[in-house]
């Protein structure tokens, strides 16, 4: 993968439910699942996207996009955020 991007996430309850999301909103991006034993690296190529709504399908209504930072130990790429998603993109000229 030349440009790698996405969240590095804590082990933790909601892992799964997370990557389950990010899969369901990136449908058409081939996604690596790492598992490095204290962590798991997300990521696919130049640009991965998650929805609040998606994750509340996984996570319950109650879920905000804003609860990721906590599971979220770091990212690849550059990250843009808003009230309701958040998308890791490649800073690499196409």
């Known amino acids: 993968m030349k440009n790698p991007v996405g969240p590095v996430l804590r082990h933790g309850d909601e892992v799964d439910q997370i990557i389950a999301a ?3 909103d990136n449908p058409d991006a081939e996604i690596e699942v790492i598992d ?28 905000r996009i804003r609860s990721l930072e906590v599971s979220m130990s770091s990212f690849a790429g550059r990250v843009r955020t808003g ?10 000229k196409a």
């Open 36 to 63: 490095r034993g204290a962590y798991i690296r997300v990521q696919a190529e130049g640009r991965l996207e998650l929805t609040e709504a998606t994750l509340q399908e996984y996570l319950g209504s109650d879920y």
């Open 22 to 24: 990010i899969e369901d």
């Open 83 to 92: 009230s309701d998603h958040i998308v890791w993109e490649s800073g690499a």
